[in-house]
């Protein structure tokens, strides 16, 4: 009967046999072709010269004649960079307050003890209940109050702090073993030392996560600052490639031209701090 049980892998699962392992690439390959597919019929489309018709009944999908023309002509339509430069001072405001923020909030959950940190701590998670168009109109009646109408801070400051990356960064200092502060504890740490030096380095993996995506929500992010800007010189990116759908609406070339030059700074971010995400989608925030 040894003869006929399954191998086992080390983690105590067993191997997968050349059916599964085929079935498993197919559905991978499929999920790939979802979700690569149409960034990749954007870049092409941005590609293509005048000269080719985008709306044939046989689309072709390589380009016969590349040319770069469609870029240099989204930036004289529009100041494509004037936005995008509004988009990164929005999302380095609403990355270092989600860093900071979430940081101190999460390890104050995880690690302190004080009066009312449950019921702070169901606060937070009734907060995920509502979703933004709920609160949409009271956040634009509290960023008019403040003077902050029209201004980038007032589009990056209802998203500075993020309880569900409060609650992520809870969950990645509550996994670090109590041990440790207790230990400090016993040297005469403080809790911003126990901070510095027992908390954050356990927790860079979680920290990329929230970078990354925080930096997505907050370069796409198109309906608050519609609604909140309304100088075309505050414009996002976003907002400002709008100007390409309503003035060349029968060009696609140059909306998709605009759509990569808005694409490209989140691969840079994500090539940037991969190495730190997927440790941290691995291991939630340390092995124990």
Do not use: C
Request: charged content about 15%.
């Amino acid at each position: 009967m040894a003869a006929h049980a399954k191998r086992v892998r080390p983690g105590g699962l067993a191997a997968a046999g050349p059916a599964e392992k085929a079935l498993r690439y197919a559905l991978l390959l499929l999920v790939l072709a979802l979700t690569v597919s149409p960034f990749l019929w954007q870049l092409s489309t941005s590609l293509k010269s005048l000269t080719e018709d985008v709306y044939s009944r046989t689309p072709t999908f390589l380009p016969e004649h590349p040319t770069l023309d469609n870029y240099a002509q989204v930036a004289d339509a529009i100041p494509v960079w004037s936005y995008a430069a509004n988009s990164l001072v929005v999302a380095a405001i609403v990355i270092t307050g989600n860093v900071i923020g979430a940081t101190m909030a999460g390890y104050a959950l995880a690690r302190l003890r004080f009066r009312g940190a449950k019921l702070l701590l169901g606060l937070f998670l009734a907060t995920l209940v509502l979703p933004g168009e709920v609160t949409i109109v009271s956040q634009y009646v509290t960023v008019r109050s403040l003077g902050l109408a029209d201004t980038l801070l007032g589009v990056a400051l209802p998203g500075a702090i993020a309880m569900l990356n409060v609650l992520l960064m809870r969950t990645a200092f509550a996994a670090i073993p109590q041990e440790m502060d207790e230990a400090a504890v016993i040297d005469g740490a403080t809790a911003w030392q126990r901070l510095r030096h027992i908390g954050l380095p356990n927790v860079r993996g979680m920290l990329s996560v929230i970078t990354i995506f925080t930096f997505i929500g907050a370069w796409d992010d198109f309906l608050w600052p519609l609604i909140v800007l309304t100088d075309p010189d505050h414009y996002t990116l976003t907002v400002g490639l709008q100007y390409l759908n309503g003035t060349f609406t029968s060009n696609p070339r140059l909306i998709a031209a605009g759509t990569m030059i808005s694409f490209v700074p989140i691969v840079v971010v994500f090539a940037a701090l991969q190495r730190y995400f997927f440790r941290g989608v691995e291991e939630g925030a340390i092995k124990g």
